[in-house]
């Protein structure tokens, strides 16, 4: 178990001002059977949020809109987490379990990830666990990370095809090879201690439990991970979702810090 102190902070930069601004974020952490919050301070600029709910997939959403002029967004979020409270998270809505089952436009795999999977020899292994360890094993000997080679919408298959991404193409490759062996798995967006930048990872359900697991860097999830939200894949989980009015060109700036608390 870790006491974390974290802070998240991302900004848009306009290059010129934009108006009428319609904004949606997923950006809070809360409380899971593996982590607690708190003391947490957010604050979004222009400061108009209008509403907050839960979405569909347990995830903390700001809703907002700004007609007033502005040149940059974004928003600061600050506060404790307590981790490690559990090896996993207890599936609270089993109803739901079956979304994460199928395969998306992003996971959908092709005749690359089919030739990886049929490879496998996956009906050798009996637990559901125990097939993604497999899985997530092969696919860090078979995947390197290299920025830059892939973007946001590219798709499980494309980058396995270009045998390199980031993090969140490792999480769209092991949610269709899991997806193709009938494991319900979903993708999660959070951050983790000394990465810098947020972070993706996938969960599996296996005996009522979901159960996180890193490809990226080939580990279970732990105590030194923060979630912040989970869907079926990248794009149930974007941080910054919205519409304006205005013909300019952006550019996104993301800081994550995540420190360890000692004792002292």
Not at 69 to 95: C, M, R, V
Not at 171 to 189: D, F, G, N, Q, W
Not at 231 to 259: H, P, Y
Request: net charge negative.
């Amino acid at each position: 178990m870790k006491t974390l102190k974290f802070g998240y902070h991302m900004k848009l930069s306009f290059s010129g001002a934009v108006n009428n601004h319609r904004f949606t974020l997923k950006c809070i952490p809360h409380d899971t059977d593996m982590q607690r919050i708190e003391k947490m301070a957010v604050s979004v600029y222009p400061d108009h949020i209008t509403s907050e709910n839960i979405d569909s997939y347990g995830n903390i959403t700001l809703f907002g809109y700004t007609n007033e002029y502005h040149n940059s967004f974004g928003f600061d979020i600050t506060g404790i987490a307590t981790t490690g409270l559990s090896d996993y998270e207890k599936s609270k809505e089993l109803h739901q379990v079956g979304m994460y089952r199928y395969q998306t436009s992003i996971t959908r795999p092709g005749s690359k990830i089919y030739s990886f999977y049929d490879a496998l020899e996956l009906h050798k292994i009996h637990s559901s666990t125990e097939k993604a360890l497999h899985i997530m094993k092969r696919l860090s000997d078979s995947f390197q990370y290299v920025q830059g080679c892939t973007g946001m919408e590219t798709t499980a298959e494309e980058a396995f095809s270009e045998g390199a991404g980031v993090c969140q193409d490792y999480a769209h490759i092991m949610l269709s090879l899991c997806r193709m062996e009938k494991i319900p798995c979903r993708y999660v967006t959070g951050m983790m201690m000394g990465e810098g930048s947020s972070h993706a990872w996938v969960e599996i359900w296996d005996d009522k439990k979901w159960i996180g697991f890193d490809p990226t860097n080939m580990k279970l999830v732990n105590d030194e991970y923060i979630k912040i939200s989970n869907g079926r894949d990248f794009s149930d989980c974007l941080v910054n979702q919205g519409i304006f009015t205005g013909n300019v060109t952006q550019l996104q700036e993301i800081k994550v810090i995540v420190e360890e608390v000692l004792d002292e």
